[in-house]
């Protein structure tokens, strides 16, 4: 009964125009508002796993890292434990440090991973080889697969034509008595396999080595480590695996899974995520004060309908509700057509990619979008309250009203 007497109303010709104009306007700053809201939440989501997908050729799906200091020890029988968990696919250890490249006239501060041969199991890195192949060599003749930065920034040249490329690499050793700060150093020789390139973040910083050829650089035990990255046969195991982990190892170690190994990464997307999206909710507020203004003046023009409803016996909620269906069917039309038109926009970005991103730095050119109910959810929820809110002081206005018959 409500939305009919709403229905007649948005339909029917008013003494003044400018409530038909202001209901429009209203109508159409929601639809344009809500439209921008899923488009802005969808191409995040399009972002957000685009970038997931390549840390995750990064981050494995644990990390065991020492709670204080660079490195931990680990018992041959504690990794047997470890690798006797049923959930764990495959463990990697790993010897890490800060180290200075020297490539002739070239110098640049790399993060030196010494990774061991479980490492192709565990991560993605080796399936973003750009030139060359993912060939680490051994202690006696370490290789190395660099980043694209850091490649660039080394003058490092992979080619048959000049042979295989010799550069100096040096490292802090970790535990030294003297005094000699030179003594505190050593200096290798290692020669490029590979390039990868993921990120900017890992291409610029990072080199992969074997461990063995840290660990002797560094002066590390054997049984010493700086991480142990691990694969899972399904990533819903991570909170079991955490735990059954730290229970074999006991205090001293600190687990995280992908999210919290660049946690401020993440963090950073979702609050910009919903930055925007509320800047976006700022322009709803907006069509609020329209659609206060519209009512307003249409229970103003009602005056004589709202008596008449009166006199028939309608009591003041009856015609409350009578006027908040008005707003609220302003409200869902607005609504409607802003998600569909979202939606449509969203499935053509999908189909046929025709929005393109500027530049050709990109590792895509195009916005990519995906869909996710929650974001329908709230989006339409966040409308139909502001819509709610601001239809509820005319709707109040209209009950108060006295009876007048004329």
């Keep these: 009964m409500y939305l009919n007497f709403a229905w007649r109303y948005f339909n029917a010709k008013k003494s003044a125009n400018a409530i038909n104009i202001i209901a429009w306007v209203t109508t159409g700053v929601i639809a344009f508002a809500t439209c921008c809201q899923i488009l802005v939440l969808s191409v995040y989501n399009g972002f957000e796993d685009l970038v997931k997908s390549l840390y995750s050729s990064f981050y494995t ?26 959930q764990i696919s495959g463990i990697s250890f790993i010897a890490e440090e800060k180290a200075l490249l020297q490539n002739g006239t070239f110098q640049s501060v790399i993060q030196l991973k010494g990774v061991d041969n479980n490492f192709n199991n565990v991560s993605g890195l080796p399936k973003r ?28 040249r992979l080619s048959n034509e000049f042979g295989e490329e010799k550069m100096a690499v040096i490292l802090p050793k970790s535990r030294v008595s003297d005094n000699d700060p030179l003594q505190s150093l050593s200096e290798g020789i290692i020669s490029p396999a590979g390039v990868f390139s993921v990120q900017q973040e890992f291409d610029n910083a990072y080199a992969i080595t074997n461990i063995d050829f840290v660990k002797q650089q560094t002066g590390l035990s054997n049984d010493e480590y ?51 999206y509320a800047v976006l909710t700022l322009i709803l507020i907006i069509a609020a004060f329209n659609m206060l203004s519209s009512l307003t003046m249409l229970v103003l023009e009602k005056k004589q309908d709202i008596s008449i409803l009166q006199s028939m016996g309608a009591s003041s909620l009856q015609i409350k ?67 709610m809110i601001s239809s509820w002081a005319p709707a109040a206005k209209a009950s108060r009203q006295s009876l007048e018959l004329k």
């Design 61 to 86: 799906d644990l990390k065991i890292v020492p709670e204080t200091g660079k490195t931990f020890f680990l018992s041959p029988d504690k990794i047997k434990q470890l690798k006797n968990i049923h």
């Design 129 to 156: 080889i750009t030139k060359g192949n993912f060939n680490i060599g051994n202690a006696e003749n370490p290789l190395m697969v660099v980043g694209s930065g850091v490649q660039y920034a080394s003058g490092i």
């Design 226 to 276: 700086a991480a142990a990255e691990i694969k899972l046969l399904n990533e819903k195991d991570v909170v079991l695996v955490k735990k059954e982990i730290l229970k074999i190892l006991g205090e001293g170690f600190v687990v995280k899974n992908r999210y919290q190994q660049n946690s401020n990464l993440y963090n950073t997307m979702e609050t910009e995520k919903w930055v925007i």
């Design 321 to 387: 509700k009578i006027f908040l269906s008005e707003g609220l069917l302003l409200g869902s039309i607005g609504t409607f057509i802003g998600v569909i038109t979202a939606s449509v926009i969203c499935y053509l970005q999908v189909t046929f990619k025709f929005i393109k991103i500027g530049g050709a730095s990109f590792l895509i050119d195009y916005f990519p979008v995906k869909f996710l109910a929650v974001d329908y959810i709230i989006v339409i929820s966040t409308a139909m309250l502001i819509v």
